[in-house]
C-alpha cells in the first residue's frame, strides 16, 4: 500500500531509510513520489498517465539539490504539457539531442531579445569566453552541479575572478532556465549553487612593495616575469597581455601597442604609447621571442600564449612576503599612481580603457580626441617613477 502524506521539508528530512527502497506520494501535489534508497538518497519523480493510458514515471532530481517547491512547480509545468497532448517523458528523453552549444545559440537567438545591448553583449561574452570552451561539446542533459560548481571555484579561486564566477553562473543559470521555459531540457544544473560573496577590492601596492615585487619578476623566468612588469607599467588587464601578438606592436619613431577589439573587454580598441622603461621590456621580449607570434610565449609551447601564472604566482607571494600578490592588483596600483602624479581624469581613463561612469556623458559621445599625445606623457612619467623606485631597490 502506498504511503501517502502532505509532504514538508521537515518530514522529508526526519525519514528515516529502511532495508529496502521505499516510496512515498505527495497529497497536496497529484503525481509527485519521493524514493528513499537503503543508502539513504531522496529523489522526487513524478507518476502519470499519457494520452493513450499508459502510467509512466519520470525523474525530477535529488533532494534537497531540487526543492519540494522547485519539484512542485515542475510538476504543474509538466501537467501543461500534458494538457497540450504532449508527453513529458518523451520530451525528457529529447533533451539528450541538445548540446550546451546547442542551448547557448537558442538563448542567444531568442531569449535575450528584450534585453538593452550592452547587457547582451556581456552574456555573450561569459558564453564564448567561459560557457564554451568548457561545456560547448557536451550534453546539456549530463552537465552535473558538481562540474559546475568546481568549474566556478576555479575561476574564482584559482584564477582569483570571484566576481566573473558569478557573472558565469547567472549567464548559465539563465540559458538553462531559458531550456525549461522553453521545454527543452527538465535538467538545470546551476540550481542550488550559492553566489559568492564579492568583496571590493582596494588593495593598491605601496613603493617598497613595488620594489619587493619587481626583485622577483626580475628573478623568475622569463616572459612571465616579464609579463608582471607590463601589467604595472601598463595598467592592463592579464587577458589583454597573454593575447598580445607582435602584429599588433610596433617600433621605430613612434613605437605603439594596439589592443585590439576582441581582446578588450569593453570590445574598443586601444592604442598604448611604448615609451622609457616599458619600451625597453618589449624590447627585451622581442629579443627572447622565437616564433615571432605572442609577445608573452609560453614555455611549454611557443605557438601558443602563457595561459597560466598560477605557479609564478605562488612563486611571488612567498619570495616577496606580499601574500596577497595578485596581477589584477598590479593594475589597480598603475591607475592610483597615475593619479597621484597628477594625470587627468580623462587620460587614466583613456589609459585604462574603462570609462567608469561616464557612459552617458554628452562630452564623451561628440569627444573622438585619442589623447595619444597626453598618454604617451603620463605614461612616460610614471615609467621615470618606477624606474626612480627600481633604481632605490
Known sequence: MNTRFNFTDSKIRSIQTQSKRKEYYDKHTKGLCLRITPKGTKSFSYEYKNSVGSKKRMTIGRYPDISLKQARDK??????QLSEGIDPKHNQEKEKEYSVRELCNKYLDEGTTHLVVKTRSEYERYIHDYILPKFGGENSARITKREVAE???KIAFQDEHLTTSNRVKSTLSSVYSFANRKFLIDHHPVQ????????????????????QLWFEFEK?????????????LCGRRLSEAMQAK???????????WLIPAENAKNKKELTIPLNGLVLEEFIKLKELSTKDRYVFESPVDPNLHISSISTAKKYVRERSGIEDFTPHDLRRTAITKLAELGTPREVIEKISNHNQGT???V???YNRHHYLKEMDEALQK???????????C
Open 75 to 80: 510538476i504543474l509545468q509538466l501537467k501543461a
Open 151 to 153: 568549474f566556478l571555484d
Open 192 to 211: 542550488g549553487i550559492e553566489k559568492k560573496p564579492e568583496k571590493s577590492k582596494e588593495r593598491v601596492y605601496s613603493d617598497k612593495e613595488l620594489q
Open 220 to 232: 623568475y623566468p622569463q616572459p612571465t616575469g616579464l609579463l608582471f612588469k607590463i601589467l604595472l
Open 246 to 256: 607582435w602584429e599588433h606592436v610596433t617600433f621605430g619613431d613612434n613605437p605603439i
Open 359 to 361: 557612459s552617458n556623458n
Open 363 to 365: 562630452h564623451l559621445v
Open 382 to 392: 610614471y615609467s621615470d617613477h618606477i624606474r626612480s623606485m627600481v633604481n632605490n
